[in-house]
């Protein structure tokens, strides 16, 4: 079975600051892909960065960029500068070959102005 | 980028009534697509998988029967709700694999609020 795990349900951060979120997994595959949603109220899920897990490179998209440890199983996401518009809940998804995707419990940020 | 449309976006309907939700992929063929169920501040939880042309895989604990799932091309999957109960009111999510990707991706549909009275 794969779990994903997000143990910070709610983070908070200062405009133009920069905030981590957690995300573990476990999975007993060797290929599969790793990935960091977005869902704002309007509920519309947004793709945020997605890495996978045969590149040993660290993902990056502008501002969004994540620490991808394949040992520990690990898979935080860095949110630099952050905006007002990047309030949401954020979510850790993962999924092997041919397989459906699973989330993490999610973690609700809030930027403060 | 690839684009899925779900329809309708809300519905309210009576509860003993059937409910009919399609997902579709505008631009790209979809052998696979995922419908998920989402309640207020939880996480998305899969209910099934469709695969075009076959039947569609459910997970543990969702009723087949209560969720009939139609994966009839390679474009369109359609989720009912058969005999609908207020304990089914949720936040419905689709989502379709584009199978001519290089790698996995999935896109998701906006989403479908259904309220049951």
């Known amino acids: 079975a794969q779990t994903v795990t997000q143990s910070q349900p709610e983070m908070s951060v200062q405009e133009a600051e920069t905030v981590t979120l957690s995300c573990t997994y476990d999975?007993?595959?060797?290929?599969?892909?790793l990935f960091w949603y977005k869902q704002p109220p309007s509920r519309q899920m947004i793709l945020v960065i997605r890495?996978?897990?045969?590149?040993?490179q660290n993902a990056t998209e502008n501002r969004f960029s994540v620490n991808f440890q394949k040992a520990a199983k690990s898979f935080s996401l860095k949110i630099s500068d952050s905006q007002l518009g990047d309030t949401a809940m954020y979510f850790c998804a993962f999924i092997r070959n041919n397989n459906d995707m699973r989330f993490g419990a999610g973690t609700r940020l809030t930027v403060k102005p | 980028g690839a684009v899925v449309s779900q329809h309708p976006s809300r519905v309210i309907c009576k509860s003993g009534t059937s409910v009919k939700i399609e997902c579709r992929s505008l631009?790209?063929?979809?052998?696979?697509m995922f419908w998920y169920r989402q309640f207020p501040k939880q996480s998305l939880m899969l209910m099934a998988t469709s695969n075009e042309g076959s039947k569609a895989t459910y997970e543990q604990g969702v009723e087949k029967d209560k969720f009939l799932i139609n994966h009839a091309s390679l474009t369109l999957s359609t989720l009912t709700v058969t005999s609908a109960h207020p304990e089914d009111s949720s936040f419905y999510i689709c989502?379709?694999?584009?199978?001519?990707?290089?790698?996995?991706?999935?896109?998701f549909g906006s989403g479908t609020q259904l309220s049951v009275l």
């Open positions: 890495q996978e897990a045969y590149k040993q």
């Open positions: 989502s379709a694999r584009d199978i001519t990707s290089v790698g996995e991706k999935l896109f």
């Open positions: 999975t007993s595959e060797s290929n599969y892909y």
């Open positions: 631009d790209f063929q979809a052998t696979t």
